[in-house]
């Protein structure tokens, strides 16, 4: 019997080379799966302490992409990626409207619902007669008016085709923060917003779908998909992502092959750590494939059940196998510091799904709590007792009523600030590891292949070591 030596990212460190280019120009655009491209190559981790819509609007608006999680009702979690969907449009598209004989106190639910600030009006015939913001509510505190009583009436209109200067000229001219567009007969057929115009120039780095939307992904299970996919493709959502624990396993293989013949959709099967495991995904359609068997930092997977594999080897090989067949891999879990990243990507990998490094952020659900002088948010596993109990045990195979055994554990990180900053500390650690290979792009890392094997003398002179740390930096906390 052969057993397999295998190695985790402390393991290895990727040999430096001669470069040509400075770290600013290197390009680290990377394939998520189908034709949908990040500018950063990272995905925030379907989990119930990392990404709900707020976390998937800000990492998507700074160049990588959040996946839903589904501890979620299913119209819940639709809702969110309809959040998401219409944060940053140039011109939403058939926004939410109300009629003029409702009331100022549907005005308020629609918009705390959708989290939006105006709406247009129509009238009997649907056609565009007024619009009723904040502006008009604000000082309104009879919620039983009628909309038609409150509205701004005749509202500056554009007909499409618009484009951003004349958008742009109207604004200015009318100082008004939001434009109804309209067909020939006066029907609303999009909505632009001066927020959103701000932010097409703010954020040069958010990834887009076609119409222009930010890319947003969401969790479904064997289980699920057949409620949630319709809800998700209703509200715009860019990908799914099969969320199970071991998915190289019948009911995953036959999830993936209904999904992708019933419906049209980009689906990334996993998780798996096995080249047979990636193959098998692939060849039930997968257009991305996760791995990551036991890595997460609140994983007891492992020591659990004994079954795993670390996760350095586990990418080389699925992203050898995936090769074959064009598939991106995406290296799932175990990514502690930003060099790890450019390893997981050097092993073959297009983009890397990050957990505990994201749970701290500003963006992440919950709030920030403070123990013991410092600040903190809460991670913990999808398969912890909290998360399970909460509805996230199907991932390993649990059924509602069953004895409980969690594979995660509960705990918090250190409070981090806020996407923008973090994800440039994270980009940037990718973009130093190029420069220190040589590599242009990602297609050049990962075709690059040079590593060394590091003792464990290697790995402490990795670190800081022979020090007190006086001042933590932004991207360093010791483990
Ligand atoms: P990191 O290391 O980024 O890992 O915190 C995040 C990934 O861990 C997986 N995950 C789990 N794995 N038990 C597990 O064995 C769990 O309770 C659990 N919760 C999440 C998941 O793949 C995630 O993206």
């Known amino acids: 019997m052969e057993i397999k030596e295998t190695l985790s ?33 990272i995905l925030s981790a379907a989990m119930d302490t990392v990404t709900e819509d707020r976390m998937a609007k800000f990492i998507a608006l700074h160049g990588g992409a959040g996946v839903i999680h589904r501890n979620l009702s299913p119209d819940e979690q639709a809702r969110q990626v309809g959040v998401v969907k219409r944060s ?46 904040n502006r008009d509510t604000r000082f309104c505190d009879n919620p039983d008016l009628k909309v038609s009583e409150v509205m701004t009436k005749d509202p500056i209109r554009a007909k499409k085709p618009v484009d951003i200067s004349l958008a742009r000229e109207l604004f200015n001219r009318h100082k008004i923060e939001k434009i109804p567009v309209v067909d020939g007969e006066n029907r609303i057929i999009g909505l632009i917003t001066f927020k959103d115009l701000e932010k097409h120039e703010k954020y040069p780095q958010a990834v887009l779908d076609k119409a222009g939307r930010l890319v947003v ?19 715009g959502v860019n990908f799914v992502v099969i969320d199970t624990a071991h998915g190289d396993s019948a009911p ?21 750590a096995t ?30 059940s004994g079954a795993g ?29 930003s060099g790890d990243i450019t390893k997981a990507i050097a092993a073959g990998a297009g983009t890397v799904m990050l957990g505990g490094l994201l749970a701290g952020l500003e963006e992440s659900p919950g709030q920030a709590i403070i123990y013991d ?21 199907d991932r390993y195979q649990m059924n509602p ?79």
């Open 309 to 337: 594999a670390p996760q350095f080897s586990a990418v080389l090989w699925c992203a050898e196998e995936a090769d074959k067949y064009n598939i991106p891999v995406i290296a799932d879990g175990g990514v502690k510091f």
């Open 373 to 393: 002088g410092r600040m903190f948010k809460q991670y913990r596993g999808m398969g912890a007792l909290g998360a399970i109990q909460e509805g996230g045990g």
């Open 252 to 272: 995953v293989v036959k999830a993936i092959g209904d999904i992708k013949k019933r419906w049209d959709i980009l689906v990334v099967g996993g998780n798996v």
């Open 88 to 133: 940053r449009n140039w011109i939403i598209d058939k926004p939410h409207t109300v009629e003029e004989n409702m009331t100022i106190r549907d005005v308020k639910r629609i918009t705390a619902q959708y989290k939006i600030s105006g709406l247009p009006v129509v009238d009997s015939q649907g056609k565009l007669s007024g619009i009723i913001t």
């Open 401 to 479: 009523g069953e004895g409980l055994v969690p594979e995660g554990i509960e705990g918090r990180v250190p409070y981090k600030g806020e996407v923008r900053s973090f994800l440039h500390q994270l980009s940037a650690g990718l973009r130093k590891g190029m420069f220190y290979c040589g590599c242009r792009n990602i297609e050049e890392l990962r075709r690059y292949r040079k590593f060394l094997r590091i003792t464990s003398a290697g790995l402490i002179e990795s670190h800081p070591h022979d020090v007190v740390i006086t001042q933590e930096a932004p991207n360093y906390s010791p483990q």
């Open 217 to 235: 992904g969401a969790a479904v299970s064997p289980q699920d998909y057949e409620r949630r996919i319709p809800l998700l493709l209703e509200n």
């Open 275 to 304: 080249p047979e495991g990636t193959k098998r995904m692939i060849d039930a359609g997968s257009d991305a494939v996760k791995v990551g068997i036991g890595p997460g930092s609140i994983c007891t997977t492992r020591v659990v």
């Open 9 to 41: 990212y402390d393991d290895v460190l990727l040999m430096p080379a001669y470069a040509e280019l400075l770290p600013g120009e290197i390009d680290i655009r990377s394939r998520l799966c189908g034709d949908i491209y990040l500018n950063t190559p």
